[in-house]
């Protein structure tokens, strides 16, 4: 069983990237996934996360409108396509499937699951 996330790498300010979280050992069709990211000397922050019931999203306010979040199911993935990318955007970025009570929105997550390997996202002109 594992998360692995990519896509991440080096951009100017206002660009754009798109991370994929693929799984392998289990489908990610029935999991609440979640997108996080850990800037140097910071806290870990949840940045958006999409639920398993019908793919309501959530976003975290200072990514509303340049982050989208979204799954594919016949590839096992859920990405995060970031645009308008900031210097504050600059993190390692991680996937996770969230626990979640049924009915409840994923941002309700009360734990995790299974975390993948973080991406580097690097802003910097």
């Known amino acids: 069983v594992q998360l692995q996330a990519s896509g991440g790498g080096l951009v100017q300010p206002g660009g754009s990237l798109r991370l994929s979280c693929a799984a392998s050992g289990f489908t990610l069709d029935h999991s609440n996934l979640g997108w996080f990211r850990q800037a140097p000397g910071k806290a870990r922050e949840g940045v958006s996360c999409?639920?398993?019931?019908?793919?309501?999203?959530y976003y975290k306010d200072s990514v509303k409108d340049r982050f989208t979040i979204s799954r594919d199911n016949a590839k096992n993935t859920v990405y995060l396509q970031i645009d308008s990318l900031k210097p504050e955007d600059t993190a390692v970025y991680y996937c996770a499937t969230l626990k979640v009570v049924v009915g409840q929105p994923c941002a309700n997550y009360y734990g995790w699951e299974y975390w993948g390997k973080g991406t580097q996202v690097t802003v910097s002109s």
């Open positions: 999409i639920s398993s019931s019908d793919n309501t999203t």
